[in-house]
């Protein structure tokens, strides 16, 4: 029943933007965290930003003031808006659902049990 769906990922140029979606089925948004989470070839998987239930946002500190994590309720989806891209951006970007309402912060993949397939990013000149 729960599903979580990325797509919005694409090639693009240092200082571009891209809006990531997010879209849930299963359960409402309210109810649980939110996750995106980035991960490059042969790299640890690393949290990125998060929206808890109650509205309230988290981004870790390379993506601050360049990173935005939204919601809309009726359309059950989450985005994360990035402006200002860096090659250092360049994942494969997932949503995941986290088992609590709030952000537990440092976010960390081993709360998330449900997670998308996947969207990628590539920044490059």
């Known amino acids: 029943q729960v599903q979580l769906v990325e797509s919005g990922g694409g090639f693009l140029q240092p200082g571009g933007s891209l809006r990531l979606s997010c879209a849930a089925s299963g359960f409402t948004l309210d109810d649980y965290a939110i996750g995106w989470f980035r991960q490059a070839p042969g790299k640890e998987r690393e949290g990125v930003s998060c929206?808890?239930?109650?509205?309230?946002?988290y981004y870790t500190d390379s993506v601050k003031g360049r990173f935005t994590i939204s919601r809309d309720n009726a359309k059950n989806t989450v985005y994360l808006q990035m402006d200002s891209l860096k090659p250092e951006d360049t994942a494969v970007y997932y949503c995941a659902r986290d088992l609590v309402r709030w952000c537990r912060w440092p976010i960390m993949s081993r709360n998330y049990h449900h997670w998308g397939q996947g969207t990628q990013v590539t920044v490059s000149s």
């Open positions: 929206i808890s239930g109650y509205g309230n946002t």
